[in-house]
């Protein structure tokens, strides 16, 4: 398994492009489902998560074909037709947005068979909002043996969808079914993340008629099919989010580029409370750190436009340096607090109680092995290796690379001493 190793210390200086939003990209890669038609997708990352569901697409009938395009990486997926309706479990566990292929399976041909996803690092997860959902377009839902069995033989129909509290998944999970469902569909309470919009606008490029999205009320005419179409993925906000905070934390000035500031407005507000010089431009924005030490702030994760619990752990990383007690409170998810004895391997003082964790900064972190839990929780010990005295190694990195698109290269590229060490052996590789 590989390792990060990061020699701490090395201010940031330069310029960091952004990739393709992976929540995002994954989303867009399930509606090839809903047609016949090639979808071309610009501005792909490429990451295990979409490799990984890749792989599932084309178990379900998909041609996947991933080539270099002028403005950067695409995969062009056709579903010709659906060759399999059937989602094992040893492909959903891997990745738990895969089950959102049942809405469009479902959609297209009127069954499906998708294994449950099971349980979840960072807290239970359940989909009972998504299966909710579908029954109120129609779907006849029946579990056996951790599988969901899903039939509408005379296909889908809009209805009422009203959520009890927002859920990211189910909505775009709404939006990925009702397109082709008959007549109308009213989404309340519905996710505003970007990756909504994005994942609509696509539809809409496809053919569909959905309106509100971005807004808690989407509306969708179902139409009888959709075509193929091209559209390029949204910028990463997680991604700029983490840059933004790895620039803080090592001090410097980088500019983050083929991005967007408004994205992460919430997060923006804090870092400057905090003392980070942050100038947003019409590419992305520049943030800038020189010398001092910044001011513990108190952030509540909360859904967009609010804090993003997938920056949460980075913001833990810089405010276990800052100047007095942080407060942060997690509301999105009951788990997520895996970070926090790792970063305390590195010599944070950092308290849990409950979905409330109380940073106490300290003056320096010092290098040491810790153990990636999750995806986000990975770069947030990637970020604090960047300011503690010596090397830190992260274990498991196969979580970062779920997400994080060529992290060394991007954070080396501005002169960050992080590497990657191939094996437990340690052997080091280009
Ligand atoms: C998505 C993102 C994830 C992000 C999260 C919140 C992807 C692939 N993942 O996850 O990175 O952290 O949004 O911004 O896009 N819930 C239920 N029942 C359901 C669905 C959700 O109880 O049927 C609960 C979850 O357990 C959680 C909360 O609702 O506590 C929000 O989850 P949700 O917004 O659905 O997150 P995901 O779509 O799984």
Redesign the pocket.
Known sequence: MDRIAITGGARLNGEIPISGAK?SA??LMAASLLTEEPLRLTNMPRLADTRFLGRLLQRLGTEVVESDGAEGPETLLTTREIVSGFAPYDLVRQM??SFNVLGPLLARSGQAKVSLPGGCTI????????LKALEALGAKIDLHEGYVYAQAPRGLQGGQVEFP??????T?HTLLAAVLAHGETVMTNA?C?P?ITDLAECLNRMGAKVSGAGTPTITIQGVSRLSGATHAVLPDRIETGTYALAAAMAGGEVRLTRTRSDFIQALIDKMVEAGVEVTPHNDGLTVKRNGGRLKAVEITTD?YPGF???LQAQFMALMSLAEGESVIRET???NRFMHVPELGRLGADISVHGGEARVRGVESLEGAQVMATDLRASVSLVIAGLAARGETIVNRVYHLDRGFERLEEKLGACGAQVRRLKGDGGEEVE
């Open positions: 929540n994954i989303k738990r947005a807290g239970a997860r359940p989909v009972d909002l998504h509290f927002v859920s990211v998944g189910a775009e996710a993340e990756e859904p993003a619990t997938d999105i998810f009951e």
